[in-house]
């Protein structure tokens, strides 16, 4: 019951970002909550089953402790940096208790983008050795899991995960602007008003940079932010992906370096020429006040 109670905590807090004028940096705590609720389901039913097989085909042991074991090898594109997948996956500690999943949140699968730490290190580095199709276990240890980090009651310090995951596909961008990438994967279509020229939008979300996972979070002060087209000092991207969202919408922004910080960075949360990762939901969006 804890672990279920604990994962609709943390989806709950997870809905949220940031504001890119002025942020506050996020450092991990003994006793944070674990970053499940940084992968949201698409809505796409499918076999609830990570692995069809209980044989292992194929291992491969790397320096830094990670061991891949595959149940089978897909066909299709091998994983880079930066690539969103649509995930069935479940987490277990060495006892055999799972302690994440999708399925722990009713969900079929999960979105995950590798290279900004929405898991822990060693799935950033794990994914790269996969392909889409691929259905295997991984051994991650502690050290690149959540290395001295507990929370009473669901996982103590110092454990290694076992990954088992399925990747289904690379998951296609809602639309596309100018480098910037939206996946949106909640929407209530009867929200007709979007968010364009003469509107205000307001809304939550958390930002990711590859060297700063989840740098900012806004939902844990609960003030998120109001934007409006003529606003100064926001990432472009972020503005651009912003069009035309409804209030409700819940999505993922991907907004490349030239469109975010490019060469400048910011502060030490955006080195320079880095990307930057949104997670976002849309509060409202109303007639721009006079």
Known sequence: ?????????????????????????????????????????????????????????????????????????????TIGEYDMLRIDYKVKLNNGEVIDGNHLLKKPSMLFMVGFG??????????????????????????????????????????????????????????????????????NTKNKIKFDEGKEVEFHAMAFSPSRPLYLNTFRENQPFKMKLEDYGLVPGLKKSLINAKKSDRMYVYVPASEAYGSKGYLDLVKPNEPILYNIMVMDVTSNPQ
């Open 118 to 187: 929405m898991q822990t290190p060693g799935w950033d580095i794990a994914l790269k050795e996969l392909r889409v199709g691929d259905q295997a276990e991984i051994f991650i240890p502690a050290k690149l899991a959540r290395g001295e980090q507990e929370v009473p009651g669901l996982f103590p310090a110092n454990s290694d995960n076992n990954l088992t995951i399925r990747i289904m596909e690379k998951a296609k961008p809602t639309r596309e602007v100018d480098g910037n990438k939206v996946w949106i994967f909640e929407e």
């Open 1 to 77: 019951m804890m672990r279920y109670l604990l994962s609709l905590f943390v989806l709950l807090i997870g809905l949220y970002s940031c504001d890119t004028t002025g942020v506050k940096s996020e450092d991990k705590k003994k006793g944070e909550e674990p970053k499940s609720d940084l992968l949201q389901g698409d809505g796409k039913e499918d076999d609830p089953s990570i692995a069809s097989s209980s044989e292992i085909k194929d291992e491969v042991k790397l320096k830094n402790g990670i061991v891949i074991k595959w149940f089978e090898h897909g066909s299709g594109e």
